[in-house]
């Protein structure tokens, strides 16, 4: 790239610090955490071909870059402080860069957060982000809190994104209409940040559906020595998803990623306090199952209650593919 | 990647956290920053074929992967408190991973921190770091700092990165005990923590050289609204520089990169309080030059003390090779 190029980069991306004491230009950004306060880091890495599709628009793409390591954030409790970007481009082309930055830094300013600084170099289309957050001593919410007994509640209408995932793999039709709304859950998924916030102190363990319900359920799990029991019948479903197949459905919903929904347990009779989280932020709650001893591994209740075999279901491994 | 190249990944560099409060396997690490103090962030993204050649040892990139972020923290005058680490890798080489994570970590023992975060995938082999520091508030090393009259300094002996470069490129030929000490100086910097802190409330500004002592010494300049004079004479030199023609030392001192000393700024008459520190730290320190205004842009005089045409001399940049 030559220095023109560098300087257009500059010019979509390079904003004066609000909230940060010191932003992009120097050899660090410099942040003022509140003192006391726990620091949550997160990062991603994002490779074209493999977690974004080349012909993808810009600023979905830069909207998702952001709201996929938010994601993480929300799903420890914490309140975002700012981010980094890396990123390497083959060329710099006004097209891409000026709807991916505005795709971009609108979810930034909706959480008002900056983008403090950051790395551009040639190369092919990579995105690197590190999201940095706070979160009082010992009310982050981790994967290691589930406890026997606990209920297992999911936030929004997972599955629908991977409704999208299937029709550009060729394995589903969707109209348009439903197309457009399936490839709006899986392009633009919301951090479900001020769910996070309200849930520290009542969830006592939480993880963001990034690579398909039951494998993000099985951290969970691993983590806190438990075991767990879902019913497909409490599955929150909206027309989208309702209109599937049944098999499809059950696919979508239990091995769809790319949602960025909460998954997370809170302790049985938390209904009502959750249920009012839901009317404050604006974000739908549904109990989906509950928390069993270890020994009870994880199975999934049917329509009819009988257990399914999980064995017939494959993951959604970005990795795999 | 397979699940079984994922768990060769993590066995290399997953290790139980001894300072975080929560390290790899969260949806976010946990760090406790001393209270009160300023978070200093700053992130590099290093391709392969751009920043480092396919050849290089792993056990070398892992290391200057590491050290150009800590670099940055070193001229913020940042103590360094964790870092995430963020791999494309076209796939799982165990012959890659195993040299690579003990290089990069063997750096972050030595500064006593640790890889908090991460996220590994297939793609174009790409190294994404973002490390974090701390620093009292007020005390950041800034480039906007230097002041007319401060004198300018420069640690250890740049310049000998470059002549590795000028090797690989071709145009240099050197013996093999002086290719090597080139080449450990491109491979393996040492990242100046250690003189970066104990500059803190004595250097005006800082900067480190990564992409040519001229370029870099334009950036605290701008900053800081001065302009400076650098005298040859005073250039640094050991053995393996001093051997070489009068003009490839004036290229590799002004315009090679890659050496990541510090460049600093400190008030006339600091010498004796920067020999100690030179003393102390082990870095040696020479005074190369000094602030001047703005008006007088910037100047380097030969050893006869002359100015010489600065535009025969085309900085080293990455971006454009």
Redesign the interface.
């Known amino acids: ?3 023109g ?2 300087e257009l980069i500059d010019r979509f991306f390079k904003r004066p610090v609000q909230r940060a ?2 932003g992009v ?9 509140t ?2 306060m ?8 994002l ?1 074209e071909g ?2 974004f599709l080349s012909t993808v628009d810009p600023a979905r793409l830069g909207h998702k870059a952001l709201a996929v390591n938010l994601s ?2 929300a ?2 409790g ?1 309140k975002p402080l ?1 981010f ?5 481009l083959p060329r710099a082309d006004e097209r891409f860069l000026a709807p991916f930055a505005q795709g971009l830094l609108a979810l930034a300013d909706r959480h008002q957060i900056e983008l ?9 289309l ?1 995105i ?1 982000i ?1 999201v ?2 706070e ?1 009082p ?1 010992g009310q ?1 919410l ?3 809190g589930a406890r026997v007994g606990d209920d297992i509640w999911v936030s929004g209408w997972p599955g629908e994104a991977r409704l999208a995932l299937e029709v550009f793999r060729g394995t589903l039709a969707l109209g348009a209409e439903d197309f457009a709304q399936a490839r709006l859950a899986m392009e633009c998924p919301e951090p479900r940040i001020a769910l996070g916030l309200a849930l520290r102190g009542l969830a006592t363990a ?3 559906v990034s690579d398909g319900l039951l494998g993000d359920l099985g951290h969970v799990l691993r ?1 806190s020595g438990v075991g767990a029991e879902l019913a497909l019948a409490r599955m929150p479903r909206r027309a989208l998803l309702a209109g599937q197949l049944a098999a499809v459905q059950r696919i979508a919903w239990l091995t769809g990623g790319d949602d960025y929904e909460l998954l997370f347990c809170a302790p049985e009779g938390a209904d009502a306090a959750l249920q009012a989280i839901a009317t404050q932020t604006g974000v739908p709650l549904h109990r989906i199952g509950q928390v069993l001893p270890r020994g009870a591994g994880l199975r999934v209740l049917d329509e009819q209650g009988s257990p399914i075999d999980l064995t017939q279901l494959a993951g959604f ?4 593919s």
Chains 1, 2 share one sequence.
């Not at 230009?25 to 955490?33: E, N, R, V």
């Not at 491994?317 to 795999?320: G, N």
Request: with cysteine.
């Open positions: 790239m030559s220095l190029e560098f004491v010191l230009g120097d050899d660090c950004a410099l942040l003022q955490p003192p006391g726990q620091l949550a880091v997160s990062t991603d890495l490779v493999r977690h993480d954030l799903a420890c914490a700012g980094t970007l890396s990123l390497a403090v600084g950051g790395d551009t170099t040639a190369g092919p990579t690197g590190t940095f957050g979160v001593p982050a981790l994967r290691s939480a993880i963001d983590r491994d970005h990795f795999k």
